[in-house]
């Protein structure tokens, strides 16, 4: 009984707990093992007063979303050891260039070995992504230059065809978007053809079961729809017109017993 109950509790607690896993969020779950890209932030809190601390530097980061560099002045880029801000600032155009820096300067009362990391503010559409790297606090320093700024890197998921962010929807081969939480089956505008918007105008393969092969199996089905015996879906009226005429008649049989001949 103890070895049971032992089991469902190991089952219970590695089950995996969707929640926002990003501690300076407002809606921070402590127990959530999975992001779920809920996370609530207050921008108006990052703040920093300079005289609370007894050291600082600086950092000059360009950021890159997707490998990209963002060139948009309204971006924030904020520093942080654990939840609290110790420096941000938005972007700033170097003069006759269209790119941006993010001159940011750090405080810290700690001399060395504070761990500090990144949150990068997207204005264009308000969502707040955690950057790869960290840094290392020292007193004076200075990490990047205008003209070698500290890349800062973020694989932003952004929204999917549905507008969903962090959602998995995309467009299919017939530009329609599907999957994800559309309700869409991918491809479901496709003709068994391979047509998009298609009406299956094209010969059929023959065969009836979808097996990957054409077989006797393939040839009595043919003959059972031909007699009326059953009633074919879509795929069999269409896959048993071998020559492509539009009906299903003994001319399709011969052309499956054909092939299954030339194949024995």
């Given at each position: 009984m103890?070895?049971?109950s032992l089991?469902?509790f190991?089952?219970?607690?590695?089950?995996d707990i969707?929640?926002?896993?990003?501690p300076?969020?407002l809606n921070y779950?402590?127990?959530?093992?999975?992001?779920?890209?809920s996370c609530e932030?207050?921008i108006?809190?990052?703040?920093?007063?300079?005289?609370d601390f007894?050291?600082?530097?600086a950092?000059?980061g360009?950021?890159?979303v997707?490998?990209s560099?963002t060139t948009?002045?309204s971006?924030?880029?904020?520093v942080?050891a654990?939840?609290?801000?110790?420096?941000?600032?938005?972007g700033?155009?170097?003069?006759?260039?269209?790119?941006?820096?993010?001159m940011?300067m750090?405080y810290?009362n700690?001399?060395?070995g504070?761990i500090?990391?990144?949150?990068?503010?997207?204005?264009g559409?308000g969502i707040?992504s955690?950057?790869?790297?960290?840094?290392?606090?020292?007193?004076?320093?200075?990490?990047?230059?205008?003209?070698d700024?500290?890349?800062v890197?973020v694989?932003?998921?952004g929204?999917d065809c549905?507008?969903i962010?962090?959602?998995n929807?995309e467009?299919d081969s017939?530009?329609?978007c599907s999957?994800g939480t559309?309700g869409?089956?991918?491809n479901?505008?496709?003709?068994?053809?391979?047509?998009?918007?298609?009406?299956n105008?094209?010969?059929?393969?023959?065969?009836?079961?979808?097996?990957?092969?054409?077989d006797?199996?393939?040839?009595v089905?043919?003959?059972?729809?031909i007699?009326?015996?059953?009633q074919g879906?879509?795929?069999?009226?269409?896959s048993?017109?071998?020559?492509?005429?539009?009906?299903l008649d003994?001319?399709?049989?011969?052309?499956?017993?054909?092939?299954i001949?030339?194949?024995?």
């Open positions: 103890c070895l049971w089991l469902i190991s089952l219970l607690t590695a089950r969707s929640g926002c896993t990003d300076v969020a779950n402590p127990q959530a093992t999975l992001e779920d890209f932030y207050d108006n809190q990052w703040t920093v007063t300079p005289s007894q050291y600082d530097g950092v000059i360009a950021v890159f997707n490998g560099r948009n002045t971006d924030l880029l904020a942080f654990g939840t609290e801000c110790r420096g941000l600032a938005y700033l155009e170097i003069p006759g260039s269209q790119e941006v820096v993010f940011v750090l810290s700690t001399s060395s504070e500090l990391t990144f949150r990068y503010l997207d204005a559409n707040v955690i950057p790869a790297e960290t840094l290392e606090f020292s007193p004076n320093m200075i990490v990047g230059s205008v003209l700024p500290l890349a890197t694989s932003e998921l929204f549905a507008g962010y962090g959602g929807a467009y017939c530009g329609i999957g559309t869409i089956i991918p479901s505008e496709m003709d068994f053809c391979g047509v998009c918007f298609g009406d105008s094209c010969p059929g393969n023959g065969d009836l079961n979808n097996d990957g092969s054409l006797i199996l393939d040839a089905r043919l003959v059972s729809i007699m009326g015996e059953v879906d879509g795929y069999e009226i269409w048993g017109d071998t020559n492509g005429d539009g009906a003994v001319l399709d049989v011969i052309v499956i017993m054909t092939a001949m030339g194949n024995s």
